[in-house]
């Protein structure tokens, strides 16, 4: 009954659970059978529930009505409900009630109202946003101290929730990020340099990966949306084909001017050398990397979020696992050195891809992949191109960034370029989380911007800007009064730590005023205004920091090169802010 009246298996699981963990306790009645029965119970009434977001989703996919799927839900999970009630009921016994609680039925008001409005074929979002006032509604007037505030606070929780796969996932990928770098830095320093100086490269390439992704998700997302599965399934199958077009010419172009590239910054041939037997390996893997991130936001946009974590989780934690095998060696495998490094990147992202074939393989989505939807059609590939496009400029406008800061840097010394690796490494600890807690408000910033609800904008923007700088200031504390053990992670120079510790020092200043930026280019992504967010993005990484840290390391030295990261972000605040105020007051 809870998990049809709220539409969810795992919120009924989390409340049910504890109680049945109690009787166990308290009764003879195995905890196994316990747990499989609430589990059982809640996949039951998550199936029937016309709330469900898997109904939502696969009616409005499939083009059918909710009663329809009710019915077809029912005839196929009732026999199995009877049957196993039948066979609990013969293999229970007599017990007796030890105790009698009260209950307050004005309490079951909130998901009897849902049920009813749910079958009687209310709008979806009515139903939600009348169960979530009858729900604080009856708090109010049944619960001792719960205030309207607290009802607020209940709320925040539960937006708060919706970020936690994101979240998690770029925990995931920026902990992946930071382990590789260590164990590349045991090898040497030049390996560390060597890492360093492919990166913007290999960012550059991971940014068309997911820049052109994004416009494949969106795409995908808007033809469901509109009922159009085949043309949804047309969006997917081009945008695979492109990705893969893609990947091989990343290969291509990649290794053949990677040599030339090392050597703008650095004479040095065994450390050219390690450069290119590193990004060699990585770049003959970018065929399945832009695979797998193209499968990732197909997932993505088709509701699937579990999976694409599922994913990048077993894709990194191998990554992980064969760093020290194949970088150090371990019985019969040889020490590969950095190519070892590279070898286990490539092996974690095809697993991660193998992930993907095998759920696409074996579960039903609302879209898939087809010989028959190859036909040409530009006007597709053009959309998808126009929206990918402009992410994947944000995207690469670090790996620009980078380049432009190694040549300022290697003037000075190569140890100053090991610190801008590390430096680049530990930040993404601190703005892959904070990226995560953006994604989650994008649609609900949309939707309500949609619906005319400009003071629930207001809140999400004010909200999302608070846990960002909550995060980034956690940061700034972090490199202030630990910024030697950070650096005694990835190197044991005196010299670099030295400089590293100044950089962290330094850099970290900008931190929790980057919070406005990062925000308000999110936001305006989730309003459908990309080029105003890449303005945003144009000033951080480009049209101030360029020009001020070329200026300030003539009078500073490298340290002005750290400078010029905390007054870019102060500036960029001052520019982003009314960015966003002015395109959200264009209604």
């Known amino acids: 009954?809870?998990?049809?009246?709220?539409?969810?298996?795992?919120?009924?699981?989390?409340?049910?659970?504890?109680?049945?963990?109690?009787?166990?306790?308290?009764?003879?009645?195995?905890?196994?059978?316990?747990?499989?029965?609430?589990?059982?119970?809640?996949?039951?009434?998550?199936?029937?529930?016309?709330?469900?977001?898997?109904?939502?989703?696969?009616?409005?996919?499939?083009?059918?009505?909710?009663?329809?799927?009710?019915?077809?839900?029912?005839?196929?999970?009732?026999?199995?409900?009877?049957?196993?009630?039948?066979?609990?009921?013969?293999?229970?016994?007599?017990?007796?009630?030890?105790?009698?609680?009260?209950?307050?039925?004005?309490?079951?008001?909130?998901?009897?109202?849902?049920?009813?409005?749910?079958?009687?074929?209310?709008?979806?979002?009515?139903?939600?946003?009348?169960?979530?006032?009858?729900?604080?509604?009856?708090?109010?007037?049944?619960?001792?101290?719960?205030?309207?505030?607290?009802?607020?606070?209940?709320?925040?929780?539960?937006?708060?929730?919706?970020?936690?796969?994101?979240?998690?996932?770029?925990?995931?990928?920026?902990?992946?990020?930071?382990?590789?770098?260590?164990?590349?830095?045991?090898?040497?320093?030049?390996?560390?340099?060597?890492?360093?100086?492919?990166?913007?490269?290999?960012?550059?390439?991971?940014?068309?990966?997911?820049?052109?992704?994004?416009?494949?998700?969106?795409?995908?997302?808007?033809?469901?949306?509109?009922?159009?599965?085949?043309?949804?399934?047309?969006?997917?199958?081009?945008?695979?084909?492109?990705?893969?077009?893609?990947?091989?010419?990343?290969t291509i172009l990649s290794i053949a001017i990677m040599p030339g590239f090392l050597r703008r910054f650095t004479g040095d041939e065994s450390l050219i050398s390690s450069g290119i037997t590193y990004s060699t390996i990585v770049f003959l893997f970018a065929t399945i990397n832009m695979a797998a991130l193209a499968f990732e936001k197909m997932f993505q946009a088709v509701g699937r979020m579990k999976v694409t974590m599922v994913a990048l989780i077993f894709g990194c934690v191998c990554n992980i696992i064969l760093d020290p095998i194949l970088i150090f060696g371990l019985g019969p495998v040889p020490a590969l050195g950095i190519a070892g490094a590279a070898l286990a990147t490539g092996i974690g992202q095809l697993l991660s891809l193998c992930v993907y074939l095998v759920v696409y393989a074996r579960t039903e989505l609302p879209i898939r992949l087809r010989r028959s939807c190859l036909c040409p059609d530009a006007a597709l590939d053009g959309k998808l191109y126009a929206i990918g496009v402009p992410a994947i400029l944000n995207l690469a406008l670090p790996s620009l960034l980078v380049t432009f800061l190694n040549g300022l840097l290697a003037a000075f010394s190569q140890s100053y370029v090991v610190v801008l690796g590390i430096y680049y490494k530990l930040q993404t600890f601190l703005y892959l989380p904070a990226n995560g807690i953006v994604q989650g408000m994008r649609p609900l910033i949309g939707y309500n911007y949609g619906a005319k609800e400009h003071a629930r904008v207001k809140k999400l923007y004010e909200l999302t800007l608070i846990m960002s700088a909550a995060i980034m200031a956690a940061g700034t504390v972090i490199c202030l009064f630990a910024s030697r053990p950070l650096m005694q992670m990835f190197t044991s120079s005196p010299e670099t730590i030295a400089y590293g510790e100044t950089a962290l020092r330094i850099i970290c200043l900008g931190f929790i005023v980057s919070a406005v930026s990062t925000t308000s280019s999110g936001a305006l992504e989730g309003l459908g205004k990309g080029a105003e967010s890449l303005v945003i993005s144009l000033c951080r990484y480009i049209i101030f920091i360029m020009p001020l840290a070329a200026v300030l390391c003539h009078f500073l030295g490298a340290n002005g090169v750290w400078h010029a990261f905390w007054v870019t972000e102060v500036l960029s605040a001052l520019v982003a802010y009314p960015v966003y105020r002015k395109a959200v007051a264009k209604r």
């Open 1 to 250: 009954f809870i998990s049809t009246a709220m539409g969810t298996s795992m919120g009924t699981v989390a409340a049910i659970a504890p109680i049945a963990v109690g009787v166990g306790e308290q009764t003879d009645i195995p905890l196994a059978l316990l747990l499989g029965v609430v589990m059982s119970g809640a996949m039951f009434g998550d199936n029937l529930s016309m709330i469900s977001d898997t109904t939502i989703a696969a009616t409005r996919t499939q083009g059918c009505e909710m009663k329809d799927k009710f019915r077809m839900n029912l005839l196929i999970a009732l026999p199995a409900a009877l049957v196993t009630l039948a066979l609990l009921w013969f293999a229970g016994a007599s017990g007796q009630v030890v105790r009698h609680e009260e209950y307050q039925f004005i309490r079951v008001i909130p998901y009897l109202a849902i049920l009813v409005m749910a079958l009687a074929g209310v709008n979806v979002f009515i139903v939600l946003l009348a169960g979530i006032v009858f729900t604080g509604a009856v708090g109010i007037a049944s619960v001792d101290g719960y205030t309207p505030i607290r009802w607020c606070k209940d709320i925040y929780s539960g937006f708060v929730g919706m970020n936690e796969i994101m979240v998690l996932s770029m925990l995931v990928n920026s902990l992946y990020n930071i382990v590789d770098s260590l164990f590349v830095a045991q090898i040497s320093e030049d390996a560390m340099t060597a890492l360093s100086l492919v990166f913007p490269i290999q960012n550059f390439a991971n940014a068309i990966a997911i820049g052109f992704g994004i416009g494949i998700n969106a795409m995908i997302a808007l033809y469901l949306g509109a009922g159009d599965r085949k043309k949804a399934e047309t969006a997917a199958t081009h945008g695979m084909a492109l990705s893969l077009i893609h990947g091989i010419l990343i």
